[in-house]
């Protein structure tokens, strides 16, 4: 077995997951349904890699493939928080978030409740106990804390999929995806008095699933190994057009990973990060104080800078690959 640490197997990491289901999302979604250190409390689904209604119908989806149609999904915002219509990322995840196929809808549905409105529920159900992990944009968590910022508190740590320091945007040359998508909500997200934890490019591009796993997944012929062969096609074929190889980037599981197994994380500074609003080149930067000797008073996140993608990467396909 690959060393997660004693202590988080024996015990579940309870998550509430805000996600845009989309295609690493999936793979994160499932391996979290799977992996006996995780406990997926509830799900929020937010706009981003497609529209908020898609991603919903999609973590539905996901959670019956996962045999856990149980686990609440709360429908959370369509848009951010400021500025024209917003845009998806259909050449990385398809039209529908499940790469090049359109597949038949769920038979369950969301619960009715907003997914702000879940989020500060949960955290005064459960205060302390809860770790909140944001793979989508951050338009979820910035109206949660706008309405009720006492949530800050009750959350025992936010791990967020976000950011790009000592590594190149994936949507500008500077910007990533989850931040630029709404830098306002990220900007309040940062500003709020929780124990952040950053799980940026420089880390996700290292952990990186081939279509060689993929192919031994669908081989399984479990409905979880099916369906994310299935859907990654095109994410796959997009990455390869950048680097290629045939594999590609598990942004969202490495940070789901690293919030219940900390020993994954190899670097990562107390520091400053303040989100570019305003530059016409650099809006959606994250800007971190990354100097040998930083100014530690106003410190707001921990950013992972290192971290074992690899031991991760092994750990998510044995879990998917054992399920039976
Ligand atoms: C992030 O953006 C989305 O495309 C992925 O799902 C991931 O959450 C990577 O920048
Ligand atoms: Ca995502």
Not at 46 to 57: L, M, Q, S
Not at 279 to 290: I, W
Request: net charge negative; aromatic share 6%; glycine share 8%.
């Amino acid at each position: 077995m690959t060393s997660i640490a004693a202590e988080h197997l024996a015990s579940k990491t309870p998550i509430v997951l805000d996600c845009d289901p989309g295609v690493d999302d999936a793979m994160a979604i499932l391996y979290g349904l799977r992996a006996p250190e995780v406990e997926i409390v509830a799900l929020g689904t937010v706009w981003g890699n497609i529209d908020v209604d898609t991603a919903t119908v999609n973590a539905v989806r996901l959670l019956e493939i996962g045999g856990r149609p149980d686990i609440p999904v709360a429908k959370g915002a369509g848009r951010q928080l400021i500025g024209t219509e917003p845009t998806f990322a259909e050449l990385i995840h398809g039209p529908a978030g499940t790469g090049s196929t359109i597949l038949p809808p769920p038979s369950g549905q969301h619960t009715g409740e907003h997914a702000v409105t879940q989020m500060i529920r949960l955290a005064y159900e459960r205060p302390g106990e809860l770790t909140l992990v944001a793979i989508g944009p951050l338009t979820n968590l910035g109206i949660a804390l706008a309405t009720d910022p006492g949530i800050a508190t009750r959350y025992k740590e936010v791990v967020i999929m976000g950011g790009a320091f000592l590594w190149p945007g994936n949507i500008t040359p500077v910007a990533e995806a989850n931040i630029w998508h709404d830098p306002e909500a990220a900007r309040i997200v940062l500003e709020a008095p929780w124990p952040v934890t950053l799980v940026p490019l420089d880390v996700t591009e290292q952990a990186q699933v081939t279509g060689e796993m993929l192919d031994q997944l669908r081989d399984t012929n479990t409905p979880a190994g099916t369906h994310l062969h299935l859907i990654s096609y095109i994410y796959l074929s997009a990455y390869e057009a950048r680097f290629a190889r045939r594999e590609a980037a598990m942004h969202d599981g490495l940070a789901l990973a690293i919030a219940v197994d900390p020993t994954l994380v190899q670097e990562a500074p107390l520091t400053r990060v303040d989100i570019e609003l305003n530059g016409a080149h650099t809006r959606g930067m994250t800007v971190a104080d990354l100097r040998p000797i930083p100014n530690l008073e106003r410190a707001n996140a921990r950013v992972v800078l290192k971290a074992e993608g690899n031991r991760f990467v092994r750990r998510w396909f044995n879990v998917l690959a054992s399920w039976d």
